[in-house]
DNA sequence: CGTTCAACCTGGGCGC
DNA sequence: TGCGCCCAGGTTGAAC
């Protein structure tokens, strides 16, 4: 579930932690697989604890925290929480699958409250890594990250990705070309800038990537706004423990044989490589005919009523 | 360079 | 009720 929207939920809900002393850091069970460039859990734990937490920033579909204390560099504790991974303030679903768990005090203060920071991972394909300046940035620099989705222009798209083959919905889950979308977004991105996901990279003109870089910021900013998608199972929830606003707004994903809601066609469902591709066939019509040039043959975004709605508490 | 596949894991839903 | 199979928001590495 974490896409972008998902993530910068969870780092907005603990934003609140910045200032705070790590007073217990624990990693439950077998947490992770061994990972590079980071220590094994209990010395996590060990380098962990006393620490400060400085901020708490993200990369792409990745949540750092960095910790410090006097005369010692900074390390980023980055959470990837993958397909199920949550960062909770609040109760886990269930006791099982706790990851790790950070008591953590306010400044000055020697024993209670203790909040707690747990990262739940059902599936338990998320990662937890300890890494310094270097790693932080083998990790999530700009080697391993696109520009972030909610920022992407036409022409960083159109520099990344303008000579692929490749279809453009599967392009844009390459996180080296933008960061932070996933298999929802990319549907429901390319929906709003009606573009068919087949269509090859190569076919778009640099007016069509401007169409999808402006949908990218859009859909990405509203789905932030509405603090993500809980959908399915309903996993995902925000770290109080709320669920996501955005699903309701959902125009293609999961939508398989539903009516559009633009136009009335049957949406479809296919696969690219090796995952679900939802799009409506009228809405997002198959290029015909090369590179479109013109205004006249640019894809329109179609209206889409009440996408940002201003208000949701900050 | 690109695509395909398997792997990493758990659990829900479905057909039989 | 139970079993087996398919599916799921992501990422990585090997094989072709």
Not at 35 to 54: F, G, K, T
Not at 205 to 224: F, G, M, N, Q
Not at 226 to 249: C, M, P, V, W
Not at 272 to 292: D, E, H, Y
Request: charged share 25%.
């Amino acid at each position: 579930m974490p896409e972008l929207p998902e993530v910068e939920t969870m780092r907005r809900g603990i934003a609140g932690l910045c200032g705070m002393r790590i007073a217990a850091a624990r990693f439950p069970q077998g947490t992770c697989r061994p990972l590079a460039m980071s220590p094994a859990p209990a010395e996590m734990a060990e380098r962990l604890e006393r620490q400060r937490i400085v901020s708490v920033s993200r990369f792409g579909k990745r949540v750092a925290i960095e910790v410090g204390s006097e005369g010692r560099a900074p390390h980023w504790l980055v959470i990837e929480p993958r397909m199920t991974g949550l960062l909770l303030v609040a109760e886990p679903p269930t006791p099982h699958h706790v990851r790790m768990e950070l008591d953590v005090v306010p400044p000055g203060v020697r024993r209670l409250p203790i909040q707690r920071l747990l990262f739940w991972d059902q599936r338990g394909l998320g990662t937890i890594r300890l890494l310094d300046a270097q790693g932080l940035d083998r990790a999530c620099g700009a080697a391993k990250l696109g520009p972030d989705g909610l920022v992407v222009t036409g022409n960083d798209l159109a520099s990344r990705l303008g000579e692929s083959q490749r279809g453009v919905k599967v392009a844009l889950l390459d996180q080296k070309a933008v960061a932070g979308i996933g298999n929802i977004y990319a549907a429901e991105i390319l929906h709003r800038a009606a573009i068919d996901p087949r269509t090859p990279c190569q076919a778009l003109a640099a007016e069509a990537w401007e169409t999808v870089a402006r949908a990218a910021r859009e859909i990405l900013a509203s789905a932030v706004v509405h603090e993500g998608s809980s959908i399915g199972d309903e996993l995902y929830r925000t770290a109080d423990n709320r669920k996501g606003g955005f699903q309701k707004l959902h125009r293609v994903y999961g939508l398989g044989g539903t009516p559009c809601q633009t136009c009335g066609a049957t949406i479809e469902r296919i696969v690219q490589a090796q995952r679900s591709t939802f799009f409506c066939p009228v809405c997002q019509p198959r290029l015909r005919g090369g590179k479109r040039r013109g205004r006249g043959s640019q894809p329109r975004i179609a209206p889409l009523p009440k996408l940002v709605r201003r208000g949701a508490k900050a």
